[in-house]
């Protein structure tokens, strides 16, 4: 692999409700009520709550540090960060041109993000400005952002999967028990274990099928392919919970072989 750092993330998202109070002129209602009213209007717009991304919150943002051979997987929540801290924290991982490595990220992930960024007025300029074309995270045939989405699909929009398809078609876990639509009951339950383990998940998915992808492509060989698998199963396997338990036990045993 490349002596470029990496960084692999994933977002998870709530409803923007100060945007959609504005956009949908709801002031004056509970934030319970207010996001009643918006998934009530989008769905009416689209048959379906998924927000249009300009009115996705970021909640949660994981990502897994990869360079020099080593691993750190961590999580930022609403829990203890705002959301420009989460911002921030992802902007440096720009400034210091690791190659960003996303399932879907053209699509969500990213534009999620920059609006964001212009929602709060923080400078983006090492995202938005970091070169030109195959060094620029925002063109589309970049080399600085990997989206295995459109790569698994040669950039055809009707052969674009789902994470969880072909990480299971590979042998990994995928994301078990937990899909998209917890992550608002989550929030408001304050179960933030649960969702940073989830997005840590999805984290880990695009890993190994990126780690897949290397392969296919020539660029590692089946040997190295075996190392760098067996590299991450073992630092998986220093990450523990606060009561001690292995926190991604259930992603590793849901990892054939």
Avoid at 13 to 24: A, K
Avoid at 113 to 142: C, E, P, T, V
């Amino acid at each position: 692999m490349t002596s470029t750092p990496l960084l692999v993330f994933d977002i998870e998202t709530i409803p923007d409700l100060q945007t959609g109070r504005r956009l949908y002129d709801l002031d004056g209602l509970s934030d319970d009520d207010a996001l009643t009213a918006l998934i009530a209007l989008r769905q009416a717009e689209a048959g379906n709550d998924f927000m249009r991304l300009p009115l996705h919150q970021v909640a949660c943002l994981s990502f897994l540090w990869v360079e020099n051979n080593t691993f750190n997987l961590r999580s930022l929540s609403l829990q203890d960060k705002s959301e420009s801290e989460i911002l921030a924290t992802f902007l440096r991982a720009c400034t210091k041109k690791a190659t960003l490595i996303s399932w879907n990220g053209a699509n969500f992930d990213l534009p999620v993000l920059l609006y964001r960024m212009a929602h709060h007025k923080i400078d983006a300029s090492a995202l938005m400005n970091a070169g030109f074309q195959k060094n620029d995270y925002l063109y589309r045939y970049s080399e600085k952002h990997i989206d295995l989405m459109d790569k698994f699909s040669f950039g055809s929009y009707g052969a674009k999967q789902k994470l969880d398809t072909i990480a299971s078609l590979c042998g990994f876990a995928g994301k078990g028990d937990i899909d998209g639509s917890q992550v608002v009951p989550m929030v408001q339950a304050g179960q933030w274990d649960k969702l940073t383990t989830y997005c840590e998940s999805d984290v880990l998915n695009t890993w190994f099928v990126y780690l897949r992808y290397l392969h296919l492509t020539g660029k590692l060989d089946l040997d190295n392919l075996e190392i760098a698998t067996n590299g991450t199963k073992d630092y998986l396997h220093t990450l523990h919970n606060h009561d001690g338990s292995l926190r991604h036990q259930a992603f590793l045993e849901g990892c054939a072989g």
